[in-house]
C-alpha cells in the first residue's frame, strides 16, 4: 500500500513563500495521478492543484492559481507544491494525496478520486 509522507509546513506572515514535499513509499509512484488538497478549521476539505503521471496536465483551484505551483520528481518519489505570496486565507492542513485509476489526462478535484493520502501537515499565515 502506498504511503505518502508530507513535510514542509509551518508558520509564515502573508507574502511570504513555503515549499511543501511529499514523499512516496513505492517506486511505483509514477504510475499514480498526484494532487494536495487542504482543510480549514471548520471547513471542508479542498481541492488545490493535481499533476498528471508525467507532469504533462496540471490542474489548480482558482483560489491558488498564479501562486502555487505543483511538481513531481518521479524518480525520487516526489511531489511538491510551491506557495508563493501566501495569504491568511491559506492557513490550512495541506493533504498529498494519490490517485492510482486516473484516466490519462484526467485530474480530478474530488476527493472520493484519491485512493492514497498523507497525515497533513500544517500551514499557517498571519497578517
Known amino acids: 500500500q502506498l504511503q505518502l509522507v508530507e513535510s514542509g509546513g509551518g508558520a509564515v506572515q502573508a507574502g511570504a513563500s513555503l515549499r511543501l514535499s511529499c514523499a512516496a513509499s513505492?517506486?511505483?509512484?509514477?504510475?499514480?495521478?498526484m494532487a494536495w488538497f487542504r482543510q480549514a478549521p471548520g471547513k471542508e476539505r479542498e481541492f488545490v492543484a493535481a499533476?498528471?503521471?508525467?507532469?504533462?496536465?496540471?490542474r489548480y483551484a482558482d483560489s491558488v492559481k498564479d501562486r502555487f505551483t505543483i511538481s513531481r520528481d518521479n524518480p525520487k518519489n516526489t511531489v511538491s507544491l510551491q506557495m508563493n505570496s501566501l495569504k491568511p486565507e491559506d492557513t490550512a492542513v495541506y493533504y498529498c494525496?494519490?490517485?492510482?485509476?486516473?484516466?490519462?489526462?484526467?485530474?480530478?478535484?474530488?476527493?472520493?478520486?484519491?485512493?492514497?493520502w498523507g497525515q497533513g501537515t500544517q500551514v499557517t499565515v498571519s497578517s
Open positions: 513505492e517506486s511505483t509512484f509514477s504510475r499514480y495521478t
Open positions: 499533476i498528471s503521471r508525467s507532469s504533462g496536465n496540471l
Open positions: 494525496a494519490a490517485d492510482r485509476r486516473a484516466l490519462v489526462g484526467v485530474l480530478s478535484t474530488h476527493i472520493g478520486a484519491y485512493d492514497y
